[in-house]
């Protein structure tokens, strides 16, 4: 599988009428950046970038309003304009040594939605259905036939020693199509759409999923699913999950000392 580089994409401006105008300037720099790279110089277009990147706020609306849908409008489709965006900005998720060892299949089509289900854990197969679009992240548990030829030998080194690190390669793999997984879900929402990522799947497991959408299992493994539309019944936006409290989750320094907010 041969790759070609591209570059940065620019993110839409269609945004849910959720979002603040923290959330609106904020994507409309990073717009105008992308679009006018050409013109203004890569620096130019990364401090542009950057500086809209640092807006805490921004994306601090994003992640509250980021949760999963369990059922989705089946009344309305998302555009596929709107959709391409959001997996162009999937695009810029980091991966180890830029090897981007991922594909993401998006199943739209109605007998492509109810064999993806079927492939599905009963309680995950009404949002395959109803959603309007499934993306299915699979890892490339062969990482180093994307390196191209031209890489410098220091990669093609450490490249096995980093997977090598990992339990096993799939390990390593399902690492970076998560974070892309994540870019999605992100993404997705500062689009005004919601998602819900599955990893539930029949008693078959991965080798199901990925012959319901023709992934050759030798190479690939599914970390998860990821529903993507809007949503049937939308919560009220004051609506958030639990999270553990922040002391049982973050330490400072070693493992149970508390991180020392407010030291500096």
């Not at 720099?29 to 542009?48: E, K, Q, T």
């Not at 999963?68 to 980091?94: G, H, I, N, Y």
């Not at 993806?116 to 009963?122: D, F, Q, V």
Request: charged share 20%.
């Amino acid at each position: 599988r041969s790759r070609r580089l591209s570059a940065s994409p620019s993110p839409p401006y269609d945004l849910s009428s959720q979002l603040d105008m923290l959330s609106v300037t904020m994507l409309s720099v990073a717009g105008f950046a992308s679009r006018h790279s050409a013109l203004l110089g890569s620096a130019s277009a990364r401090a542009m970038s950057s500086m809209a990147a640092v807006n805490k706020e921004a994306f601090a609306t994003i992640l509250n309003m980021r949760y999963s849908c369990k059922e989705f409008d089946r009344t309305k489709p998302v555009p596929a304009a709107l959709l391409k965006e959001v997996l162009e900005m999937t695009q810029r998720a980091p991966t180890s040594f830029n090897t981007q060892p991922y594909v993401a299949v998006v199943v739209r089509g109605e007998e492509a939605k109810k064999k993806l289900s079927t492939a599905m854990m009963e309680g995950n197969r009404v949002k395959v259905e109803s959603a309007p679009a499934s993306v299915v992240f699979a890892a490339d548990l062969q990482p180093e036939r994307l390196l191209p030829e031209s890489a410098p030998d220091f990669v093609k080194k450490a490249l096995p020693v980093f997977v090598g690190q990992c339990t096993t390669p799939e390990a390593w793999a399902f690492k970076q199509a998560s974070l892309a997984a994540q870019t999605f879900m992100l993404a997705a929402t500062a689009a005004g759409l919601q998602t819900c990522p599955m990893e539930g799947f029949c008693a078959e497991g991965i080798p199901a999923v990925c012959d319901a959408v023709g992934l050759d299992k030798s190479r690939y493994s599914v970390p998860m699913v990821i529903a993507v539309g809007y949503e049937a019944n939308p919560l009220p936006p004051e609506r958030a999950s639990t999270r553990y409290a922040f002391g049982d989750q973050f330490f400072e320094d070693t493992a149970g000392a508390p991180f020392a907010a407010g030291a500096d």
